[in-house]
């Protein structure tokens, strides 16, 4: 059988799978997609999900576990996508070469879509697969996406909302199917998807703060660098929390570099 590759060579996977992608979109679109797949800093979703695995299982099978991985980067170029349109002031100014202003809608669509093709569908009627696991957890980001025509609130409050839920959502989600994916018993999971979605939204604060990507959201001027380190640091807490609530079938220390998980909450755990 062709095992699961360990993390340190797992991106290598993801991005050659990504490249595919790419390889079979269409002209018209391919810029969008590119830039949406190629300008993010990492594959950290994907790897998360492998590392998930890894903590609880060595031996499962990497013809799963690499779709997966792949389902969640594309889900987040997905979001990259949405993210320019909804916080640039001129969402044009993203895609400069695009004209049609339906393109890039239509390439969030494609992507988000893509996503899905990943997963094997399995039982429709069984509500417990990865295919139905990853519907539900991005029906919940798409309906935050478009709830943002109707939030009253400040635009540096809609910008929280929507970095907790999008990075949450895919750190929850890269959790619960690698969970399922290393056959983790029913009760022990929640843990596990309350760490990944803490865990990814930890991890969305940061690359915000670590990249300077606050920029686009040139019409909230509220969103500060002190706003920013406020909810990462809540984050942080609310983080080492989960970490001593997850069960002891999994090797906190192999999900240490994804958190930076400290030896003294180890000890802890």
């Known amino acids: ?31 969008i997609v590119e830039i949406a797949l190629n300008e993010l800093p990492d594959r950290w979703y994907g790897r998360f999900l492998g590392g998930v695995v890894n903590s609880i299982r060595d031996s499962v099978d990497r013809g799963q576990v690499l779709p997966a991985a792949v389902s969640i980067e594309l889900l987040r170029g997905y979001c990259y996508i949405r993210w320019q349109q909804l916080f640039r002031r001129d969402a044009s100014s993203a895609f400069p070469n695009i004209r049609d202003p339906s393109v890039p809608l239509l390439m969030g669509d494609y992507l988000h879509s893509a996503a899905y093709s990943q997963l094997d569908p399995g039982d429709r009627h069984d509500t417990d697969v990865p ?3 990853f519907i539900r ?4 980001m798409t309906e935050r996406f478009y709830s943002t025509i109707t939030d009253t609130r400040s635009p540096e409050m809609q910008f929280k909302a929507l970095l907790d839920i999008s990075g ?16 983790q018993d029913v009760e022990s999971r929640h ?6 979605r803490v865990t990814g939204a930890y991890h969305a604060w940061e690359t915000v703060l670590e990249t300077g990507s606050k920029e686009v959201i040139t019409y ?4 500060t660098d002190e706003f920013l380190e406020q909810f990462a640091t809540e984050k942080r807490q609310r983080l ?10 999994v090797s906190i220390s192999t999900l240490r570099k994804f958190a930076d998980i400290e030896d003294d909450i180890i000890e802890q755990c």
Request: proline share 5%; charged share 25%.
């Open 1 to 31: 059988m062709n095992r699961y590759n360990p993390p340190e060579t797992f991106e290598t996977d993801i991005r050659h799978q990504l490249e595919q992608v790419l390889e079979s979109t269409e002209d018209t679109g391919l810029e």
């Open 131 to 133: 295919y139905a696991v």
């Open 137 to 140: 957890a991005t029906k919940r």
């Open 168 to 183: 949450g959502v895919l750190g929850q989600s890269a959790a619960d199917l690698g969970a399922r994916l290393a056959q």
């Open 191 to 196: 843990s596990i998807r309350a760490f990944g």
């Open 220 to 223: 909230a001027p509220g969103i």
């Open 240 to 249: 080492e929390e989960t970490v001593k609530d997850l069960p002891a079938t």
